[in-house]
């Protein structure tokens, strides 16, 4: 089976950088995927990791630590627009499996 | 930017009626799924579609679900009797294979 852990919420000021953990159990892991969403919106894909180690798109980086069945997703300066639900989820071999998500909330 | 496209995007129906819900994925993925995400809580797998049959499903998708892709580009599931508790919104993905899904806005569904 797979399960996710991420903490709920967090509050941070335009410009800080938030990091966003995961650690997961799952039988099948294919990868880690992180996806934002916003109130009554859709996920929107943001990165994903296959192996170990770091990947950078643009504001957005995303790490992954198979060995301690960990990532996390890291936002950098950030703007009022990422405010949203940030959820990370395992990509098993047909599916995903989604963690509750975590709340950032982005204030002046 | 090819997008998935879901319709409707509101839909109301009674108790016991038949819903489909519709969906376009985008033209060149292979993968196709659906997700549903009740009010407040975190987005759940129901089904993954892949070469023309079910590749895995959960433990919601009871007997009540259905999917098909009737034709080279739509992707349908089916609610054959409603309940209350299947109020939720409805999200189609689709994915190329490896990396990410690509999700349509979704259809919210509410059963009165």
């Known amino acids: 089976g797979q399960s996710l852990e991420q903490p709920s919420e967090v509050t941070a000021v335009e410009g800080a950088i938030v990091q966003i953990n995961c650690t997961y159990q799952?039988?099948?892991?294919?990868?880690l995927s992180w996806y934002q969403q916003h109130d009554g919106g859709a996920p929107t894909f943001l990165s994903y990791?296959?192996?170990?180690g770091l990947e950078e798109t643009g504001r957005f980086s995303s790490f992954l630590s198979r060995s301690d069945s960990y990532g996390y997703l890291l936002l950098q300066e950030l703007q009022m627009k990422d405010s949203a639900s940030y959820f990370c989820?395992?990509?098993?071999?047909?599916?995903?499996?989604f963690g509750k998500g975590n709340q950032v909330v982005v204030i002046p | 930017e090819p997008e998935v496209t879901q319709t409707p995007s509101h839909q109301v129906t009674q108790m016991g009626q038949e819903v489909i819900l519709r969906c376009v994925p985008i033209?060149?993925?292979?993968?196709f799924y659906w997700y549903r995400q009740i009010l407040g809580q975190k987005v759940e797998f129901l089904v993954s579609?892949?070469?023309?049959?079910?590749?895995?499903k959960s433990e919601i998708f009871d007997d009540q679900f259905s999917v098909e892709r009737p034709d080279g580009s739509n992707f349908t599931l089916k609610i054959r009797s409603t309940k209350l508790e299947d109020s939720a919104m409805y999200f189609c993905?689709?994915?190329?294979?490896?990396?990410?899904?690509?999700f349509g806005q979704g259809t919210r569904l509410t059963v009165v």
């Open positions: 579609f892949y070469n023309n049959e079910i590749s895995e």
């Open positions: 799952t039988s099948g892991f294919y990868g």
């Open positions: 993905a689709s994915s190329p294979g490896t990396g990410g899904s690509f």
């Open positions: 990791n296959a192996l170990d």
């Open positions: 989820a395992v990509k098993g071999n047909n599916r995903l499996a």
């Open positions: 033209s060149n993925h292979l993968y």
